[in-house]
């Protein structure tokens, strides 16, 4: 199984949106709910920011949301705030587990 | 406070063997399935292996498969990985992480608790 495909980079100014893509097949993300995306930022563990698709933990402001069309998942980060750049990772159950590269968010 | 804390990693030489450790608090261990990720230096994530609620179900991601065993004692609220012929494409840092699903098999369906890692490096 390959990797999930998101874009390198993404980037926004503050208070503008976001949307970061995560692309797989019928086997794995257009097949399940259970598309999952993660904030990291440098140094630090990533943190879970929305699950099952569209689900937001507790504490995840709701600036996050997550979405998904056929074989596409997206994360949308709306009113960009400084403290969002980092790197985002979309994940799929699919049989195993796969991540996606990885896509570098930008607050320019 | 939910909280994972691994330990156990280092340098290691290629074709030797390293046992990392992970001890859960803050969460009801037995309920959930546990996983661990990898990420070498300036890269993305990877599962690892994953183990269920009562390691009645266990699996690897193919890079591991034949080398890695992963196991729990949920009396100690440990898991724990067992890494032999390590390779040089093993140096990562590794990740415990819980698996949001209660009662869930070995492939997860989220990642919503993550420890902070223990970095293995693997050379000669």
């Known amino acids: 199984q390959s990797a999930l495909t998101q874009p390198p980079s993404a980037s926004g100014s503050p208070g503008q949106s976001v949307t970061i893509s995560c692309t797989g097949t019928?086997?794995?993300?257009?097949?399940?709910?259970?598309v999952s995306w993660y904030q990291q930022h440098p140094g630090k563990a990533p943190k879970l920011m929305i699950y099952?698709?569209?689900k937001r933990p507790s504490g995840v402001p709701d600036r996050f949301s997550g979405s998904k069309s056929g074989n596409t998942a997206s994360l949308t980060v709306s009113g960009l705030q400084a403290e969002d750049e980092a790197d985002y990772y979309c994940?799929?159950?699919?049989?195993?587990?796969?991540f996606g590269g990885g896509t570098k968010l930008t607050v320019l | 406070e939910v909280q994972l804390v691994e330990s156990g990693g280092g340098l290691v030489q290629p074709g030797r063997s390293l046992r990392l450790s992970c001890a859960a608090s803050?969460?009801?261990?037995?309920?959930?399935?546990m996983h661990w990720v990898r990420q070498a230096p300036g890269k993305g994530l990877e599962w690892v292996s994953g183990?269920?609620?009562?390691?009645?179900?266990?699996g690897y991601a193919d890079s591991v498969k034949g080398r890695f065993t992963i196991s729990r004692d949920n009396a100690k609220n440990s898991l724990y990985l067992q890494m032999n012929s390590l390779r040089a494409e093993d140096t990562a840092l590794y990740y415990c992480?819980?698996?949001?699903?209660?009662?869930?098999?070995?492939?997860?369906?989220?990642?919503?608790?993550w420890g902070q890692g223990t970095m293995v490096t693997v050379s000669s």
């Open positions: 992480a819980k698996d949001s699903l209660p009662y869930g098999d070995y492939i997860p369906r989220a990642f919503d608790i």
């Open positions: 803050g969460f009801t261990f037995d309920d959930y399935a």
């Open positions: 183990i269920s609620w009562n390691s009645g179900s266990i």
């Open positions: 019928s086997s794995d993300v257009g097949g399940y709910n259970y």
């Open positions: 099952e698709v569209s």
């Open positions: 994940s799929s159950y699919a049989g195993s587990n796969l």
